[in-house]
């Protein structure tokens, strides 16, 4: 009782522990959920049936491959193929006692207790067949209403009755080679006099990929869109000049920096943070500077294409002051909002 105590205590203040504990119990409650939406799915389907009075007393679920599936029918069991989403196949097998007790519950009114017997299992016909397969889409559609607010609704919707196998063998051909989910039922039928099992085969769902959500596709969107109509800021750059530090802690009002003559020629547009996108020329358009684009703009070529000149001014140039050459006036440019450094 001690111990009892102590683990308590730990697991009181061990978020992880707690964290797990929640996710058991709601991992139980999902459980039951879907179980009960299973039984009050085959409830109903027997319901519309005299004599037939089914319950669901045991759900088991397990996953499994395409091989694995084929090994586990058997002699005499009634194989159902299903047709779902898409072009999801799935499956319904019933043992030889439910197939037994659905067939006179039909054609006699009534269920009898299945006796022992030596005698060999009885093949499903294809009369069988015609008789069973209401009472799989009815199932089916209870079932699909049942779960459409549980976590299992994706495996487990959307599917009807397709045909019936005389055998067991071209399932490995018929079905996709995916893993598979079967959910199998032990049902009660004749309130309880006679047992049996009725089992679900249904492909696993493919995980979606964030290409694949509406929310994924929506927000790249909106991202495409709130960056393609951002502003950017372009600057027109003349030239590039180097100074030391002391030259250009030398600098001060009045100094006046010689720009070239060729760099009205060789403008750069440059974006923020330096690079280099388009070269240009220095003009004018209705009163106003501007930037007459020469070199389009291509994403593979290196930066250094659109270089613009760069000088080596020294302290002896700089004292000139020599006032810069007025720029000549050229054709009508394409306005331009960019500014000029």
């Known amino acids: 009782m001690e111990l009892t105590k102590?683990?308590?205590?730990?697991?009181?203040?061990?978020?992880?522990?707690?964290?797990?504990?929640?996710?058991?119990?709601?991992?139980?409650?999902?459980?039951?959920?879907?179980?009960?939406?299973?039984?009050?799915?085959?409830?109903?389907?027997?319901?519309?049936?005299p004599g037939l009075d089914g319950t669901v007393t045991q759900v088991n679920r397990r996953r499994i491959s395409l091989a694995e599936l084929v090994d586990l029918t058997e002699p005499g069991m009634f194989l159902a193929l299903l047709e779902?989403?898409?072009?999801?196949?799935?499956?319904?097998?019933?043992?030889?006692?439910?197939?037994?007790?659905?067939?006179?519950?039909?054609?006699?009114?009534?269920?009898?207790?299945?006796?022992?017997?030596?005698?060999?299992?009885?093949?499903?016909?294809?009369?069988?067949?015609?008789?069973?397969?209401?009472?799989?889409?009815?199932?089916?559609?209870?079932?699909?209403?049942?779960?459409?607010?549980?976590?299992?609704?994706?495996?487990?919707?959307?599917?009807?009755?397709?045909?019936?196998?005389?055998?067991?063998?071209?399932?490995?051909?018929?079905?996709d080679d995916v893993e598979y989910e079967i959910f199998s039922l032990q049902v009660a039928l004749a309130q309880g006099r006679v047992s049996g099992t009725w089992t679900l085969v249904v492909p696993r769902p493919a995980p979606a990929t964030a290409m694949d959500l509406p929310e994924t596709a929506d927000w790249e969107n909106r991202l495409a869109h709130a960056v393609e109509n951002s502003p950017v800021r372009l600057n027109a750059v003349l030239c590039h000049f180097k100074l030391t530090l002391n030259e250009a802690l030398a600098l001060t009002k009045g100094d006046v920096l010689r720009v070239p003559d060729s760099a009205l020629e060789t403008l750069g547009l440059a974006a923020k943070g330096g690079a280099q996108i388009a070269s240009g020329r220095l003009g004018q358009a209705r009163g106003f500077r501007a930037v007459r684009l020469i070199t389009d703009p291509e994403p593979n070529l290196r930066n250094d294409a659109f270089a613009v000149p760069t000088l080596r001014l020294s302290k002896r140039t700089a004292e000139q002051q020599i006032k810069p050459p007025d720029a000549p006036d050229t054709a009508p440019a394409v306005p331009s909002d960019t500014q000029e450094n």
Not at 15 to 41: D, E, I, T
Not at 87 to 106: F, N, Y
Not at 147 to 170: H, I, K, M, Q, T
């Open 6 to 49: 102590v683990q308590q205590g730990e697991d009181a203040t061990d978020p992880l522990l707690r964290m797990a504990r929640r996710n058991r119990v709601k991992a139980a409650r999902q459980g039951a959920s879907f179980q009960a939406a299973l039984s009050q799915a085959f409830g109903r389907m027997c319901a519309a049936y």
């Open 84 to 175: 779902g989403p898409g072009d999801a196949m799935g499956m319904v097998w019933l043992c030889p006692v439910t197939l037994a007790a659905l067939i006179e519950a039909q054609t006699t009114g009534q269920v009898l207790p299945s006796a022992p017997s030596a005698a060999p299992v009885r093949l499903p016909t294809r009369t069988d067949a015609a008789l069973v397969a209401p009472m799989i889409d009815s199932f089916l559609h209870q079932m699909s209403q049942r779960c459409a607010e549980l976590p299992e609704a994706d495996s487990v919707s959307g599917y009807l009755y397709g045909s019936f196998l005389d055998d067991r063998r071209p399932i490995g051909v018929v079905l």
